[in-house]
């Protein structure tokens, strides 16, 4: 969380004033629809539905790209484990691919884990670091295949112009408390196909049907669940979705200083960025030429280091050795509805060292976070330090 205060005070004191934080049955034209539609207007894309969580924003977009059971979807080894848990409860089975130096999902190693059953691609733009979506693409069209992105840490970056979530056929955000915008808990999805926004408000909410808006639905009502937000939630992410671009040239302007600095270091270098302008500043990330180089850097100099300096990623939950129902292939909570059975005979397997690419470059990969409430003087000085070491 960067920024909070006073107008989401004011704004949520107002939804409770109103006895009305329920979205729907007098709620309408409320809060969730008008971040809905700024937020559309924001990412660039025709239609967006708020929903409770970044996981849920995930499986909208899934359906909303035509994903269905017994497809195969390919996800990074570098993600929270959200992207391939929404794959699953899709009844698709998410195919770990490795991720490059820019610790995005490498396109050489989608190109090597496609088949026939293969219906999607899922990049992640990992701390607002935009994936080659340039290369996927290519990929996605030469192989009749559909990009699900996965912007959940990503709000307001963007990719040769085009904000990230709006380049592929669907998008899903996060808004939980430790995004760029966040209402505590939330999330969003993002997509310019009217079928696909209706099959994700359908399942969204599954008593959509009830709804007034329920004659305008464009595709048969099928059993959805509930990733409603609140009204609660709607008021919030109207001040926060304000705040964005502050929050991003805030960021930006850190991370410029720190990676001015840290370019001129020698024991390391920065980790290459596909999309230097569209990155959202969250982190800036260091790279070892080996492992043992890093770990003896952070032996000599670990103390010396600004308190904003992290840990080698591989350390993480956010790598795959630590995603234990996926390699376990505990697809579901009982076997009759685990896409793992119900697909036994495709043999998927996992290990925990299947991609050896993806877990050298994050073992000698330390992700610096941009000090936000540093002054841009101090982050410089700090960095400039850091990269005499």
């Known amino acids: 969380m960067y920024e909070i205060g006073k107008r989401e005070i004011d704004a949520v004191a107002k939804v409770i004033s109103s006895g009305m934080m329920f979205r729907y049955r007098g709620g309408e034209g409320g809060w969730c629809d008008k971040f809905e539609e700024a937020f559309a207007k924001t990412i660039g894309t025709k239609y967006a539905l708020s929903v409770s969580s970044g996981t849920g924003a995930l499986e909208c977009a899934l ?27 899709m009844g698709a089975i998410p195919i770990i691919a490795d991720v490059d130096e820019s610790l995005a999902l490498c396109p050489k190693s989608v ?17 607002g670091r935009p994936c080659d979506m340039s290369a996927l693409k290519r990929i996605a069209k030469r192989r009749k295949l559909v990009i699900v ?41 993002v997509t310019d196909d009217l079928t696909g926004y209706d099959k994700a408000l359908i399942h969204h909410d599954g008593g959509c049907v009830f709804r007034k808006h329920a004659d305008k639905v464009s595709t048969p009502f099928f059993a959805g669940t509930n990733f409603r937000a609140s009204e609660i939630t709607g008021a919030i992410l109207c001040q926060q979705l304000k705040r964005l671009d502050g929050i991003l040239r805030r960021l930006r302007a850190r991370r410029a200083a720190i990676r001015a600095e ?18 959202c500043g969250v982190s800036v990330p260091i790279l070892f030429e080996t492992v043992k180089e890093m770990r003896a850097f952070l032996k000599r100099h670990g103390h010396k280091a600004p308190f904003w300096m992290g840990t080698p990623i591989d350390t993480g939950r956010h790598v795959y050795p630590n995603w234990t129902p996926i390699l376990k292939k505990h697809g579901a909570f009982d076997p009759k509805a685990d896409p793992y059975r119900i697909h036994a005979h495709r043999q998927i397997s996992y290990s925990k060292d299947m991609c ?22 101090d982050a410089r000085q700090a960095a400039r330090a850091l990269a005499r070491l």
């Open 356 to 377: 050896r690419k993806s877990l050298d470059i994050l073992g000698r990969t330390i992700a610096l976070g941009v000090p936000y409430d540093s002054t841009v003087a």
């Open 63 to 89: 359906i909303a790209a035509g994903v269905r059971p017994g497809d195969e979807v390919i996800v990074p080894a570098f993600t929270f484990i959200a992207s391939p848990l929404a794959v699953l409860a």
């Open 149 to 189: 992105e996965d912007a959940c840490q990503a709000a307001g970056g963007s990719y040769r112009g085009k904000r990230l979530g709006s380049i592929g056929k669907a998008g899903g955000f996060s808004f939980n408390q430790f995004k760029i915008i966040t209402a505590g808990e939330g999330g969003a999805i």
């Open 111 to 127: 190109e090597a884990n496609i088949s026939r059953y293969t219906r999607a691609i899922m990049p992640v733009h990992m701390s």
């Open 262 to 279: 840290l370019a001129k270091a020698k024991a390391f270098r920065l980790s290459p960025c596909n999309e230097d302008a569209g990155d």
